[in-house]
């Protein structure tokens, strides 16, 4: 057996593009490989030395290198100086707390992170692409992730091509390869060997990854794999990153105004510190402290352990999201756009008639039909499932002799058919393109008849009626070839001799109706895109119940300008016969409006869409490149399963927001009034090590959040990440808070009369009170009687503050400086919060209404302008 560990990857001397692409003959012994494929113990082998056929090959996790990582993060460097300058200066119990922060913060967010993110990997690895491969001999599916270079796989038409590698054996293979060499048509693959030459598009006899199959079929020797691919070159383009979502970017504006804020307190309390001539080394320690109590250091893991809890229930209801973020897109989307067969159909088509174009029943025109969907290789659809089940024609006598796949431009698909010593080539798809291309008709006898402008009348006329009563029409077209042909090109679809109509019934799915109803009623608006004909997609409409607001034709589309397309796509609902392209451009006409766009497809066609949608959604059945290049799979192919999802995205955002809402308002408020304590108070408003010891503990509250339920107020609209919203309540909440805790001063000061420790004391569990508490005012718009929190919030509150208070009695309260509270002091403090807390759900109040009354939160369904970048 050949070592393999004398092989490199890729094969074939260097240069671009790699010789190997040429040379067919060479790579099979380069690679050690045989037309036979691998063995098991081969392929574990390369897949060892190789690394999985996917991008991100350093992805196995280190837990040590994972760790170390994290240290780099600012506020944890941030910390660490604290602990170190604590530490030089023989504050060692600071020090501590500091350490104990960061092994708290580093670890446990580490392990969440990772239990989370392994969770989600899991669910991904449900929906991954899978491909047959030749092992041990036989040919077997195995996920796409484990190909390895000199395994044999199979391609056939909607499979997208794996890896790199050559055609061992090809029938009409045709693939799509714009995404690498930007040819828009469909090109032919065969297993010849090619001159060399310098550009890869003319390697006919190369496959690469990213390609998908149109048609036909092939056998495929894998040569590169993962990042060595032409498309791992180019750094993926394709499946890899997408431009940052309105989420992510919203999570940088709001890290960014943390930052600020963060920096203004800091230098203002240091300033403050100078002018009263404080001890520096304190001054500027307590400043230290005040930073880290003010930055969200959970939120990271907050934010992917709510997203993948919230993707984990998804799963459950039969719904997949391979990117967890995408949760937050589903919850932020306003409008959906959809695929008409199969999503809002049943897909299970059957041929109810086949016609002249007089409209009377024709069996030639059923024979030409079904020899075409007989013979033709491409991915096969329902209407072909639907021909081949009504007819029967005996097919002995014809033999195939070539075909012009379909493509979604030219919306047919011919093949070039002998029977004895005459070829034909017979024309099926859409009827007006069909109709486009024939100069004569059939009559009932077979006869072919040069068109007047009374039998085209009466063709269209015929076709107009099928339509209006909901058939799916294809056109059916033949002309005698030349004998011996051989070959059949796009060009030859001329001059046809035009048979006659196929007519189809797609009945509507059942609840699919109720299912956009309710869509839109949450806030979402859904439009129907579809390479059908206008008259059946309304036909579909007033079946489902569904209001037409407008119809755009692709050919009309074709004339718009991105700008025009983008107001004209706003008002519409239908959009028919538009190709994949113009799919395309409408998801980003719309998105460039500020719309948080949904697409969901399951064609080949649908691909583009689904990838530049803010959320891809697609089927488990659906065609490889649509599943690769979707957020979300649905594992049933059903509207409703979006309400569930949508809902689930807005439940996680609420929660999201509320950390971030509690952290920047009660949070906000104690560190800006201990900031401003600096200017009158004798002597720190809490030691440094008190502070950090109260962020530890008011964390440690917060860790339980993801597990809350929200309100049903929070998941009727579509989420919208608003900065504005967290900044005005950070700037509204905190300085109120702050002359609460004024008032709670001047209470310890002079009717208490306490002393420094006894003030620190108080203040420590007065602080640490509000903030623990004031989560169950703000994670409600409402009452927040009448909304219940989690079992698990209540409980991490109380443990939390019977800790402290408990704390304070202990005999470690003298380390920290604290000192025993008397009784009176509690009732004080207990009032003092309650006080506070009923101010809080006032003030929230306010703010709510004051913004529904200037229209911010109604007008979030309709759409508003969010500026985007590309
Ligand atoms: N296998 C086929 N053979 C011939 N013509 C086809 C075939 N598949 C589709 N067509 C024609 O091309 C048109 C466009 O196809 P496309 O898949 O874009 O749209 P659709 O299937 O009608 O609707 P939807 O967009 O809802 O899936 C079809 O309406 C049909 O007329
Ligand atoms: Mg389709």
Redesign the pocket.
């Known amino acids: 057996m050949p070592n393999e560990r004398t092989q490199t990857n890729p094969p074939g001397p260097a240069g671009h593009p790699d010789a190997c692409w040429w040379r067919s003959d060479a790579v099979l012994s380069s690679l050690h490989a045989s037309l036979g494929g691998l063995s098991s113990a081969q392929a574990r082998r390369r897949l060892r030395m190789f690394g999985p056929n996917r991008f991100d090959t350093a992805g196995r996790h280190r837990p040590c290198l994972e760790i170390l990582s994290r240290l780099r993060n600012p506020l944890v460097l941030l910390l660490l100086v604290a602990g170190a300058v604590s530490a030089a200066v023989g504050e060692t119990l600071s020090a501590g707390i500091i350490a104990f922060m960061v092994l708290l913060s580093v670890i446990f967010d580490y392990l969440q992170e990772h239990k989370a993110e392994r969770a989600a990997e899991n669910l991904r690895q449900m929906v991954a692409l899978k491909t047959m491969a030749q092992r041990d001999g036989a040919y077997r599916e195995i996920p796409v992730e484990n190909l390895v270079p000199g395994d044999m796989i199979r391609l056939s038409a909607g499979s997208l091509v794996p890896a790199d590698g050559l055609m061992i054996e090809a029938t009409d293979l045709f693939v799509q390869q714009a995404a690498l060499t930007g040819e828009s048509f469909p090109v032919e693959k065969h297993p010849h060997a090619v001159p060399a030459d310098d550009a890869l598009d003319h390697a006919a006899n190369a496959v690469f990854m990213g390609s998908s199959v149109i048609s036909g079929t092939g056998t495929m020797l894998i040569v590169k794999t993962g990042k060595s691919t032409q498309l791992g070159l180019v750094g993926g383009v394709i499946a890899g990153r997408r431009p940052p979502t309105a989420f992510d970017m919203g999570l940088r504006q709001f890290g960014y105004l943390i930052l600020r804020v963060t920096f203004l307190l800091v230098l203002f309390v240091l300033l403050a510190n100078g002018l009263m001539k404080r001890p520096w080394l304190e001054s500027s320690l307590f400043s230290l402290a005040l930073a880290v109590g003010l930055t969200p250091e959970l939120l990271p893991m907050i934010v992917t352990v709510t997203l993948s809890r919230g993707a984990i229930r998804l799963s459950k209801q039969g719904a997949i999201v391979k990117r967890l973020s995408a949760m937050q897109d589903l919850g932020a989307m306003d409008i959906l756009c959809t695929?008409?067969?199969?999503t809002l159909t049943e897909a299970k088509i059957s041929l109810s008639s086949h016609v002249d174009i007089a409209g009377r029943n024709n069996e030639h025109v059923l024979e030409w039909a079904y020899l075409n969907s007989r013979f033709?290789t491409?991915v096969h659809?329902p209407?072909?499932d639907a021909i081949l089940a009504e007819a029967h024609v005996d097919i002995s006598a014809w033999v195939k002799v070539d075909e012009v796949p379909?493509d979604?431009e030219r919306?047919?698909?011919s093949v070039l058919l002998r029977h004895r010593d005459e070829s034909f080539l017979i024309v099926?798809?859409?009827?007006e393109d069909v109709l486009g291309h024939c100069n004569q008709y059939e009559e009932m006898n077979a006869q072919a008849m040069p068109w007047t402008a009374q039998s085209r009348a009466l063709a269209r006329e015929t076709l107009r009626g099928l339509c209006a009563n909901g058939y799916?029409?294809?056109g059916i077209a033949w002309k005698k070839a030349p004998a011996g042909a051989t070959h059949a090109r796009l060009e030859d679809e001329n001059d046809l001799i035009f048979a006659g109509y196929a007519a189809f019934l797609d009945p509507p799915k059942k609840d699919a109706g109720e299912a956009i109803a309710h869509l839109t009623g949450q806030g979402i608006a859904v439009k129907i895109?579809?390479?059908?004909?206008d008259l059946v997609a309304r036909h579909l409409c007033d079946a489902l119940g569904v209001p037409v607001t407008g119809v755009l034709m692709g050919r009309e589309i074709a004339l718009l300008d991105d700008h025009a397309l983008s107001v004209r796509a706003e008002s519409a609902n239908l959009f028919c016969?538009i190709?994949?392209i113009q799919k395309n451009r409408l998801v980003l006409a719309l998105r460039r409006r500020g719309h948080v766009v949904g697409f969901v497809g399951d064609?080949i066609?649908d691909a583009p869409a689904l990838h530049s949608a803010d959320v891809g959604i697609s089927v488990d059945t659906a065609a490889d490149v649509a599943k690769d290049s979707a957020d979300m799979i649905m594992l049933r192919h059903d509207l409703g399963m979006l309400e569930e999802g949508v809902r689930e995205g807005r439940r996680t955002f609420a929660n999201i927001r509320k950390y971030i809402m509690v952290g920047t308002s009660s949070n906000f408020g104690n560190m800006l009034s201990m900031a401003g304590a600096v200017l009158f108070l004798p002597f720190l408003p809490m030691l440094p090590t008190q502070v950090l010891l109260n962020n530890v503990l008011y964390d440690l509250s917060e860790t339980v959040l993801p597990l809350d339920g929200v309100d049903e107020a929070d998941v009727q609209l579509p989420q919208h990440w608003d900065v504005t919203l967290l900044r005005n309540f950070m700037l509204i909440l905190g300085p109120v808070s702050s002359l609460f805790d004024f008032v709670t001063f001047y209470l310890l000061l002079r009717m208490l009369e306490a002393g420094e420790a006894l003030f620190q004391t108080s203040w420590f569990i007065d602080s640490l009170a509000t903030q623990i508490l004031v989560i169950f005012i703000i994670r409600t718009r409402g009452n927040p009687f009448f909304s219940h929190p989690h079992p698990a919030l209540w409980a991490a509150a109380a443990s939390l503050l019977l800790f402290a208070v408990a704390l304070v009695f202990s005999p470690l309260a003298g380390l920290f400086g604290f000192v025993a509270l008397p009784w009176p002091y509690f009732l004080a403090l207990g009032f003092l919060v309650a006080m506070y807390l009923a101010l809080a759900q006032w003030v929230k109040t306010l703010f709510y209404r004051s913004r529904l009354a200037r229209g911010h939160d109604r007008a979030v369904g309709k759409g508003v302008m969010r500026r985007l970048k590309p």
């Open positions: 695929d008409k067969t199969g033709e491409g659809t209407l072909e379909f979604f919306r047919r698909l099926k798809g859409a009827p799916r029409v294809l895109l579809t390479g059908d004909s016969r190709s994949p064609g066609n």
